[in-house]
């Protein structure tokens, strides 16, 4: 499968934004998807995971109230809704294909297929 990640740029801190991943193929269904996102200097992080069927999220605990991820496998596109934008959000975000197990890991060497990275820069 091939990711294509959208939806990055420059917003003001407190605002929000809505990221896409989209992907090739006809069995996006079939992966458990993941989005990471790596701040500049920093390893790249978990920020969030969905299950095949969309049914089970999980989110960093830092993180949760403010992203919200989602797909629709009809449109073989996954979404991360991210609100209240703060600075240290600045980072290359990263749409990840995992095609083993039945759960989503933090590790990146565990997902398989990769997208481009869109970068989200905040300012204060």
């Known amino acids: 499968v091939q990711l294509q990640a959208s939806g990055g740029g420059l917003v003001q801190a407190a605002g929000s934004l809505r990221l896409s991943c989209a992907a090739s193929?006809?069995?996006?269904?079939?992966?458990?998807m993941g989005w990471f996102r790596q701040p500049p200097g920093q390893e790249r992080e978990l920020v969030s995971a969905?299950?095949?069927?969309?049914?089970?999220?999980y989110y960093v605990d830092s993180l949760k109230g403010r992203f919200t991820i989602s797909r629709d496998n009809a449109k073989n596109t996954m979404y991360l809704q991210i609100n209240s934008l703060k600075p240290e959000d600045t980072a290359v975000y990263y749409c990840?294909?995992?095609?083993?197990?039945?759960?989503?890991?933090?590790?990146?060497?565990?997902?398989?297929?990769w997208g481009q990275g869109t970068l989200v820069t905040v300012s204060s």
């Open positions: 990840a294909a995992k095609s083993t197990g039945d759960v989503a890991s933090s590790q990146p060497a565990e997902y398989n297929y």
């Open positions: 193929g006809r069995t996006f269904s079939t992966y458990i």
């Open positions: 969905i299950s095949r069927g969309g049914s089970i999220t």
